[in-house]
Structures are given as C-alpha cells and as structure tokens.
C-alpha cells in the first residue's frame, strides 16, 4: 500500500512539474510579445464635472466634502 501511494505521489509530482513548467514558458512568452499597434485604441475619460452629470442627471447641484484625517486618527480602530 505505502508503494502505491510512493508511485502515486511520484506520478502526480511529475504531471504537477509538468504543468508548471508549461505554464512558466507560456507565461514568459506573454511578457515578451509586443501588440501591434492597431490593436490599441485611444480612450478618452470623462471629467469629474462630466461623470457626475452623467450618473446624476436629474441633480441640480452635487455638493462634496472632503474629510482629511490626522495620523493619529489613523491609528485608532
């Protein structure tokens, strides 16, 4: 019994090295490849001002605070 699970622990090793091993050189060869640039598009962001009349269309004035706290605020729970 101790011999099978030896032979078997010895056989999932392999495969798991195996694995490993194939999913290492996938993973290098990725960080190689460069895109071609026609794979790219340009992106334009919203401005603040933008994307919240976007989200609040019905709002007629969005008022914001802004809560800064001190280190040793930070420091409590």
């Known amino acids: 019994m101790a011999l099978k699970r030896t ?7 392999l495969h798991l ?9 996938k993973s290098l ?3 190689t490849e460069t895109e ?3 794979n790219f598009q340009l992106q334009t962001y ?3 001002e933008e ?7 019905e709002c007629d004035e969005i ?4 809560f800064v706290m001190s280190p040793e ?3 409590q729970p």
Request: hydrophobic share 50%; charged share 20%.
């Open 7 to 13: 032979i078997f622990a010895g056989i999932l090793f």
């Open 17 to 25: 090295t195996g694995f490993l091993s194939l999913f290492t050189s």
């Open 29 to 31: 060869e990725a960080q």
């Open 36 to 38: 071609p640039a026609e």
């Open 46 to 48: 919203l401005t603040e």
């Open 51 to 57: 994307a919240l009349a976007l989200v609040f269309p």
């Open 63 to 66: 008022i914001s605070d802004e």
């Open 73 to 75: 605020e930070k420091k």
